[in-house]
């Protein structure tokens, strides 16, 4: 959907896809398996660390920890 350059969009993506370049910076700035499920659960509350743990008991340490 976007192109991204070592230093973040390419200038003219910008310049062509000027309505889509939110959505894609968005994207590109949550990429990760479990970003959206994670934001998900915050929504409504502050959880912590061993709250997101056990909603998501198959999720190893390292990646919750990076997520």
């Known amino acids: 959907m976007s192109k991204i350059c070592k230093d973040g969009f390419d200038k003219e993506y910008i ?3 000027r309505e889509v370049y939110g959505i894609a910076y968005a994207q590109n700035m949550l990429s990760g398996r479990w970003k ?3 934001l998900w ?3 409504t509350k502050e959880r912590r660390y061993s709250e997101i743990k056990a909603f998501l008991w ?3 340490q390292g990646s919750l920890t990076k997520q």
Request: charged share 35%; aromatic share 16%.
């Open 15 to 17: 310049k062509e896809q």
């Open 36 to 38: 959206y499920i994670i």
């Open 41 to 43: 659960f915050l929504k």
């Open 58 to 60: 198959d999720i190893s």
